[in-house]
């Protein structure tokens, strides 16, 4: 595995300021990962940023997870913030010079013009498709831990997806000792119906076809270490998730693993449809006779342990918290609140 260690490019708080959820370009990052073979890459501090690992899923296990990760694309969701590629109550480009020379920019390359390169306000805000899946810590009025509504109607279903998880677990333990050690640590004082078995994870997340914003994760074990795997269906170009801090961008493969610094600010260059030429904002379904190709679609899974797991109690207990806060007007319900 080739190992190397990267410069600061551009300060985390300039990222920020004018790059947080926007779509990135080609043009913000000098190093690209995607041929050659595994790479290790390492922060100026030494530790590490990413490990891309290419074709790390068996072709088996992704014919048996495809399926089921495709069915997924129908749940959508407006509240991924700057990862969706906008920021909340951001003004529209136009009035921002520089995020208007980053659309033309965009328009010039692409030759599309629409809307959905300006970032989008709180009374304009287009779903994803992404799909939370496995378990959920406690949150806001639903003051207790539980499985997302999918994965207990479809046990079955998740259930089929372990393997998969499994294999990008393994690859974690491997290449991230460390943190991996961390995380295995946080997760025996997770009760074992929140864990995913065999795994160090609580949580996947299922996003399918669509470039995120500059974004830094939240809730999850900060510990610990993000985990990514992409399957791709079809022919586009672009979605290459950059680090625009240290100017160093990783081009995933169908069957790739990215094990990654979530903490570290990070994006996607714009998905683009290589049979009509258009970004993508959900999968391209091409059913003409005269179109290449049928279908384009690019789903990436990632998976980690919410950071508050630890304290959900049994599911016995967890479902007593549910039925206290079904009476919050009780003085037994305030006590969960």
Not at 88 to 112: C, F, L, M, S
Not at 159 to 180: C, G, M, N, T, W
Request: hydrophobic letters at 35%.
């Amino acid at each position: 595995m080739r190992e190397f260690r990267v410069r600061n490019q551009i300060p985390s708080a300039e990222v920020e300021a004018t790059m947080k959820g926007r779509i990135l370009t080609d043009d913000e990052y000098s190093v690209l990962i995607g041929d050659g073979g595994p790479v290790k890459v390492f922060k100026p501090d030494g530790t590490p940023l990413l490990v891309y690992l290419p074709r790390a899923i068996p072709q088996a296990m992704i014919d048996d997870s495809y399926a089921i990760l495709h069915e997924l694309r129908k749940y959508e969701t407006d509240n991924r913030g700057p990862a969706s590629g906008y920021v909340r109550g951001e003004k529209k480009y136009k009035d921002d010079p520089v995020k208007r020379a980053q659309q033309e920019k965009i328009k010039a390359e692409t030759g599309y013009g629409s809307t959905k390169y300006q970032p989008r306000t709180q009374e304009h805000t287009e779903p994803v498709a992404s799909a939370i899946i496995g378990a959920w810590d406690p949150y806001g009025a639903a003051n207790y831990c539980r499985l997302t509504a999918w994965s207990g109607k479809e046990w079955d279903k998740f259930e089929a997806l372990f393997p998969l998880f499994r294999v990008i677990s393994d690859a974690f333990k491997e290449h991230v000792p460390e943190r991996y050690g961390l995380q295995e640590k946080f997760a025996t004082k997770v009760d074992e119906a929140w864990r995913i078995k065999g795994t160090v994870f609580t949580t996947i997340t299922v996003n399918n076809s669509y470039s995120t914003g500059v974004h830094q994760d939240a809730g999850d074990l900060r510990e610990g270490f993000g985990n990514l795997a992409v399957i791709r269906k079809g022919n586009y170009r672009g979605g290459r998730l950059c680090f625009p801090e240290f100017g160093v961008a990783a081009d995933m493969k169908d069957g790739d693993i990215l094990l990654m610094d979530v903490h570290s600010w990070h994006g996607n260059t714009q998905l683009i449809c290589n049979h009509c030429n258009e970004p993508m904002h959900g999968l391209h379904d091409h059913d003409n006779p005269n179109d290449l190709g049928r279908l384009t679609e690019r789903i990436s899974i990632v998976a980690y342990a919410r950071a508050r797991m630890d304290r959900c109690g049994t599911v016995e207990e967890e479902l007593e918290k549910a039925r206290v806060l079904a009476d919050k007007g009780t003085e037994r319900g305030a006590r969960y609140i």
